[in-house]
């Protein structure tokens, strides 16, 4: 390396330092209405670098020699570790380099990279979150209620968990309706470690098919529904960073568990998630408007496999976060 480089070099490792400690704003630039941060600045400060191409910019791990994430000109998800996660606005490349909306930035890509060493967190009690119930009977079809189905799962992760040590408490145990502020109550009223509401999809398509596992919205995004922004910010938003990391290894243990198509992790503002005091996720575990997932949820292996899955992202999210 000449001296020139050497001390770029040891500049920008200063720098990265600096950020790291001060929390020091990052560059911010406008995009039509969208305000963006460069991503090298953004994971230089974890060691990484941002690689581009014409279409497609990298984050890359030099020490393991690794891409961690993927991004795409105008896609509004990237890849983590080959797990599609939402953006509320497109990934840029321009002049100014590959840039993220700076929101994203800051409570997706940040927390994802940094491997819990700014947000440890101890889990003792988790609620599980049967969704629907009752009057309330959820999606059908195949031959398969929703509300039924996912006290089922739901059932067999409590047992998965209480296997290894955790207090386990659900919401319902049997066919009765709860609202969904209940829910969060509930949570809330039991100190709640985390909270994982448990759904089966439907859409109006047979077409879509796969698991997709839902963070709240963070204020000044769009939920992944939707483009517009809202600047609320939501007593669960106190868990914005631990909420994509829980939904990240949710997503991708449950994927690595079943071979499913992967839906992603989404953003929204669901009623369950809006007032917890705790981390949470809601899990969609398939869709039962298309008839060849609907006929795997009708298999006692195929819920054990989900079952496992969501108990195994629990663990590695709890192991992570120590
Ligand atoms: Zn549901």
Redesign the pocket.
């Known amino acids: 390396m000449s001296c020139a480089k050497i001390k770029k070099f040891l500049i920008s490792l200063l720098l990265a330092g600096v950020f790291v400690l001060c929390g020091a704003e990052l560059p911010r630039f406008k995009v039509g209405k969208q305000t963006y941060v460069r991503l090298k600045d953004l994971v230089a400060q974890y060691g990484y670098r941002a690689r581009r191409g014409t279409t497609r910019m990298e984050v890359y791990d030099p020490a393991a020699k690794k891409i961690l994430m993927v991004f795409r000109k105008e896609q509004r998800h990237f890849y983590f570790n080959s797990v599609r996660i939402a953006l509320s606005a497109p990934a840029v490349l321009n002049g100014n380099g590959s840039q993220v909306n700076y929101i994203d930035g800051l409570k997706t890509v940040k927390p994802l990279l940094d491997n819990g060493r700014l947000h440890k967190h101890f889990v003792r009690t988790i609620v599980l979150d049967p969704?629907?119930g009752g009057k309330d009977q959820?999606?059908a079809g195949g031959g398969l209620v929703?509300?039924r189905l996912?006290l089922q799962l739901t059932k067999r992760v409590e047992l998965l968990l209480k296997d290894r040590g955790y207090r386990v408490l659900l919401t319902r145990k049997n066919d009765r309706f709860l609202s969904l502020p209940a829910r969060a109550a509930f949570a809330n009223a039991n100190r709640a470690d985390l909270f994982i509401s448990i759904?089966?999809?439907?859409a109006a398509s047979k077409v879509p098919h796969g698991i997709e596992v839902y963070c709240l919205s963070p204020a000044g995004t769009a939920s992944t529904n939707s483009t517009a922004v809202s600047w609320k910010s939501l007593p669960g938003n106190r868990s914005d960073a631990r909420n994509i990391r829980l939904g990240y290894f949710l997503q991708r243990s449950l994927l690595i568990r079943t071979k499913a198509n992967d839906m992603g992790v989404k953003r929204a503002r669901f009623a369950v998630l809006r007032d917890l005091r705790c981390p949470g996720v809601l899990v969609?575990m398939g869709f039962l408007s298309n008839k060849q997932e609907a006929a795997k949820l009708r298999s006692p292996d195929y819920l054990d496999k989900l079952a496992q899955g969501i108990a195994d992202g629990i663990i590695k999210y709890c192991a992570a976060m120590k």
Do not use: C
Not at 199 to 202: A, G, I, L, P, V
């Open positions: 969704g629907h959820g999606a929703e509300k996912n759904h089966t999809n439907s969609e």
